[in-house]
């Protein structure tokens, strides 16, 4: 049986409209002032977001880098939520062109160490969430400039110790999350300068004793 002349016709038709359906996961909408894409195939963060979108969510995803001019053009950004991806690293320029960024979310992916300067240009900063990643040192100079951070979760790193006096910048945290890491002592001076902190926890360490 042959295939009528018809059909034969539709087919060059609808080859390009089966690609175009693929070719580009999570487009973004020019008017949007929030996008999210959790889209498991995406491996490159998503280019031409409006200037005025002011939350992105990038989640369960495969995106395992980002470029350092990832978030250009996005000044009045407030929300950048990248949990559950495959990200190892961060450029350190990478939050320089959103200064008004106030919730920063990275659980759960692979980092091991983030760049000295990385939050320098964010100081409106008050969410910072860094769980179920594979960070082992505590840098101060992650802390210098957010003087405005309300919520501080550590949780579930490689963290061993807790540098003298590395959270005193931080002077309106109110939520510290250092749970299940590998502490096993801290300094009397660790917790130095927190006097705004309401809540701390401490468990799944291997503290024997807590600092008066």
Known sequence: ATMPANRILLLPLLLPLLALGTAAPCSPHPNATRFVCTEPTLSTFPAGLPPTTVAVSVEFTALAALRPDALAGLPQLQELHLSSNRLATLPETLLRPVPVLRVLDLTDNALTDLPAAIFADTGLLQHLVLRGNRLQTLR????QHLPHLLWLDLAANAFTEVPPEVFR??????????????????????????????????????????PP
């Open 169 to 210: 910048p931080l002077r309106s945290l109110r939520s510290l999350d250092l749970s299940h890491n590998r502490l096993a002592s801290l300094a009397p001076d660790a917790l130095a300068g927190l006097q705004a902190l309401e809540r701390l926890d401490l468990e799944g360490n291997r503290l024997g004793t807590l």
């Open 140 to 143: 101060p100079a992650w802390f």
